[in-house]
């Protein structure tokens, strides 16, 4: 595992990741925005996380074969760790982003996490959550009624 810092408040949570080359990746989770995503269902517009990963690196080099388990683990961690909360991530439908975060879920062993993915114009937008610290009822009724809305579509479970 790669060595990282914190900075966290109420609202956001920034990790900075070192890799062994000396890069550094931030990993956010910050509270969505209304204005990005008003879902119109007070629960999840107060308890909505939306995950960022972005590299800042100066040289063009890969940040290194840790880096994904250890944004695995300190995404795990945020997920035990909170109460009422929503992991978002939204990617290109079929991106390598996509497939790694879709290879990830395929080898997830904890059945606590649940993940709700929803697919339109070619995007995929990804929700998970710890089902004994957040209300699956209110994330599936705000998520199903938000796409079906938004995009005339309900999530696909696979």
Do not use: W
Request: with cysteine; glycine share 2%; hydrophobic share 40%.
């Amino acid at each position: 595992m790669l060595r990282f810092t914190t900075h966290e408040s109420l609202n956001s949570s920034h990790f900075f990741i070192t890799t062994l080359q000396d890069n550094i990746c931030m990993l956010n989770f910050t509270k969505l925005d209304q204005e990005e995503m008003f879902f119109q269902h007070d629960y999840l517009q107060e308890n909505v996380f939306e995950l960022t990963v972005a590299k800042a690196t100066a040289n063009k080099e890969n940040c290194g074969k840790g880096l994904a388990p250890t944004i695995k683990s300190i995404f795990d961690t945020f997920l035990a760790e909170r109460e009422e909360t929503v992991v978002y991530v939204s990617m290109e439908e079929n991106s390598s982003k996509y497939h790694l975060v879709t290879r990830y879920i395929n080898n997830e062993v904890d059945p606590n996490y649940k993940m709700l993915l929803f697919k339109a114009d070619n995007k995929a937008f990804f929700f998970f959550f710890n089902e004994h610290k957040t209300s699956t009822v209110e994330v599936i009724v705000g998520l199903t009624r938000y796409f079906k809305n938004e995009y005339g579509i309900s999530f696909v479970n696979n």
